[in-house]
């Protein structure tokens, strides 16, 4: 079996001191796929830069306390990718791709929105640039599985309030459009909702810090593990882990009947 585990940190200092690398160390996934590190190479401890078991792999954003994503995985990759080939992008660390034999693995962190309208259009700008890397990943016969966060709730069943959030980053109508594109002319599959399709509060991966969002669930799904069909299908659960909070998301956990 192989577990994979995607999880944005809000900060990977501050999930370490709220234990998130004792939950990892209990969890022992295969890999584990982190986004919003929040930290440049040199703030990593020993302990951050390759927790026991695991090798670690970075691409830090070039503003600090900024963005940034990371992958740890049990076995060394065979090659690691930084970036999706865009300046603007990749100076602030949202991509990073582990090959192994059989298998990628990519952790991905797209814009929020939510900030200001130039950060929206700085979204639309990603997911413009990002939607034909994603076609060509689909072309290179490879199996893939994208782990991170999003930022787009697809469905309404994919967030508490949607009728109230219509005009909000994170359920647009054009993000939610790009996304059922990347589906339906790509090919690819998300993999919690193939397992799962009628679920709705237990899917949630991120609350907001305002008010009691979490304490009343009032949530979204905008953390995914996405999956190419030959390694989509071997998914065996999948879970979002809600007991400990390291981070205002989730962790959210897939496991395959696969090995690599």
Not at 89 to 102: K, Q, V
Not at 150 to 166: E, F, S, V, Y
Not at 192 to 213: F, H, I, K, M, V
Not at 232 to 258: E, G, M, Q
Request: proline share 4%; hydrophobic share 35%; glycine share 8%.
């Amino acid at each position: 079996m192989l577990t994979i585990v995607s999880l944005n940190l809000n900060g990977i200092r501050s999930a370490a001191s709220k234990g998130v690398f004792t939950w990892l160390d209990e969890t022992r996934a295969d890999v584990v796929c982190l986004q919003e590190l929040k930290a440049q190479a040199s703030d990593l401890s020993p302990t951050m830069q390759a927790p026991d078991g695991y090798h670690g792999n970075f691409h830090c954003a070039e503003k600090k306390g900024y963005s940034g994503v990371g992958i740890y995985s049990g076995r060394k990759p065979e090659r690691i990718v930084e970036g999706i080939g865009d300046a603007e992008f990749d100076a602030e660390g949202r991509y990073l791709r582990a090959d192994f034999a059989n298998l990628s693995v990519i952790s991905v962190y797209l814009p929020s929105g939510s900030s200001s309208p130039e950060r929206q259009e700085a979204k639309f700008r990603f997911m413009e640039k990002f939607f034909p890397l994603l076609a060509g990943l689909r072309q290179e016969g490879r199996e893939i599985v994208i782990c991170g966060d999003w930022n787009i709730a697809h469905h309404p069943i994919d967030l508490k309030n949607w009728r109230g959030n219509q005009k909000n980053s994170g359920f647009l109508p054009e993000e939610r459009d790009w996304l059922t594109r990347v589906f339906a002319e790509q090919g690819w599959i998300d993999v919690y909702r193939r397992l799962y399709p009628e679920a709705s509060g237990e899917a949630y991966t991120w609350w907001s810090n305002r008010g009691q969002a979490r304490a009343n669930n009032v949530g979204w799904r905008i953390d995914y593990q996405i999956a190419s069909p030959g390694i989509a299908a071997k998914a065996l659960r999948a879970s979002v882990f809600k007991d400990r909070r390291f981070s205002d998301h989730a962790p959210l956990t897939v496991d395959y009947d696969w090995q690599i």
